[in-house]
């Protein structure tokens, strides 16, 4: 039996693989990406200081560190099945089948999809994906693009695919609908912009980003937009329509109100030879619900999550959570929580030698701090999401047995 199988080979996967292995523990990892990484796989960005984080690199460094350290690591190959042992957990893999002590789901994200006519036409896809083409594979997805959905992700990877030489053409907004909710309400992401002033270019929009309300930004928002590394970002234009005979041609957008209605007469077409859907991150949870867990619905951290404490534990004895399936947050958020995770699992083996509370503490600090400096935020209220998650889990707790 194996003292810890890890699902999911990203930032907090391997980062939970690493914190374990260096205390003796035989892990293995298991991923269904032919390679190990998971998002940082497609991050290419240029932090504050000026200094480029490349997510492949960074993904090699933790890779090699925990190869180094004895972690097996199984790429390629998909998790479909979870049981609760008598010892611990049973792993149904399409390769195999592994028991293990302890169980850490670090499955990360998935896209949210806002369904808009025409998105099934080839030439559309999520931003996801344009982002893995152009930064994992090397691929441009086109030549000229428009982007659907503002919000923090379409923002960042909208600059990233303009590193990879594409024309941006502009970032707007879907239609408004039961299915789009506040992704088309021009206030609601102006929330979201002012949250990502801090990366403008320009000292002027990242000055009057702290000064601006959302409902007075969206109201004065220029019917052209601004524009951020000289890609115009339109919040009153909405996206209505992708056109196109056998692939993508074009949008046909309009003018919205401040409330989101498309203003009579202002409908135009722009040629696009591609379109990114961006509807936000939702946690990648279902194997929990597999599991058994209980979830707990919270909207700052992407949707239902999984009900787990600080130490990253979950109601289910021996299967521990870390990364986005415990809410949409960054990389080095992630990568935090699994250590996290890792050293909470080894304490449970009785594998941390001395001060194994103090190094579990110190763990957990370290987490409170990445968050608060981190360079994104997916949403605003996180930390106060995550207390209040952490004050059900005991409530829980305190009703139940662990079993």
Request: hydrophobic share 45%; charged share 20%.
């Amino acid at each position: 039996m194996i003292d810890v199988v890890i699902v999911g080979a990203g930032p907090a996967g391997l980062g939970a693989a690493i914190a374990a292995a260096e205390h003796g523990l035989q892990v293995c990892v298991v991923d269904e990406f032919l390679k190990p990484g998971g998002r940082l796989l497609g991050q290419l960005h240029e932090e504050p200081d000026g200094k480029w984080v490349n997510g492949i690199e960074e993904a090699k460094k933790l890779y090699n560190q925990a190869v180094q350290l004895g972690v097996d690591i199984l790429c390629g190959i998909s998790v479909y099945d979870l049981k609760k042992i008598e010892n611990g957990w049973c792993v149904y893999t399409t390769d195999k089948i592994m028991e293990s002590k302890c169980l850490l789901l670090a499955t990360g994200a998935s896209e949210t999809p806002v369904p808009i006519p025409g998105w099934t036409l080839p030439g559309v896809m999520s931003i996801g994906a344009a982002q893995v083409m152009g930064n994992v594979h090397r691929v441009k997805p086109g030549e000229k693009g428009i982007i659907i959905g503002v919000n923090v992700l379409s923002v960042a990877i909208a600059r990233e695919l303009q590193l990879c030489g594409v024309h941006v053409e502009s970032i707007l907004l879907p239609n408004a609908g039961i299915l789009a909710g506040n992704a088309a309400q021009p206030e609601k992401m102006m929330e979201s912009l002012l949250r990502l002033s801090h990366l403008a270019p320009s000292p002027i929009l990242r000055f009057g980003g702290k000064l601006v309300s959302p409902k007075l930004g969206a109201r004065f928002f220029p019917k052209n937009g601004f524009k951020m590394w000289g890609i115009p970002i339109q919040l009153r234009k909405s996206a209505l329509e992708i056109y196109g005979e056998n692939q993508v041609e074009g949008v046909r957008i309009a003018e919205i109100s401040v409330n989101g209605e498309v203003v009579p007469g202002t409908e135009k077409t722009v040629s696009a030879d591609f379109v990114c859907i961006a509807g936000g991150l939702t946690p990648l949870s279902e194997l929990a619900a597999v599991a058994g867990c209980s979830f707990c619905y919270v909207p700052e951290l992407g949707g239902h999550v999984p009900l787990h404490n600080e130490f990253m534990q979950t109601n289910l004895k021996g299967l521990y959570v870390a990364g986005n399936i415990t809410g949409v947050e960054s990389a080095k958020v992630a990568r935090a929580q699994g250590t996290v995770a890792g050293l909470t699992i080894a304490g449970e083996l009785n594998a941390l030698a001395g001060r194994a509370d103090a190094k579990i503490k110190a763990a957990i600090a370290e987490v409170i701090e990445t968050r608060r400096k981190a360079l994104i935020q997916f949403q605003p209220g996180i930390e106060e999401a995550r207390t209040e998650l952490h004050h059900k889990f005991y409530e829980e707790r305190g009703k139940r047995v662990l079993v």
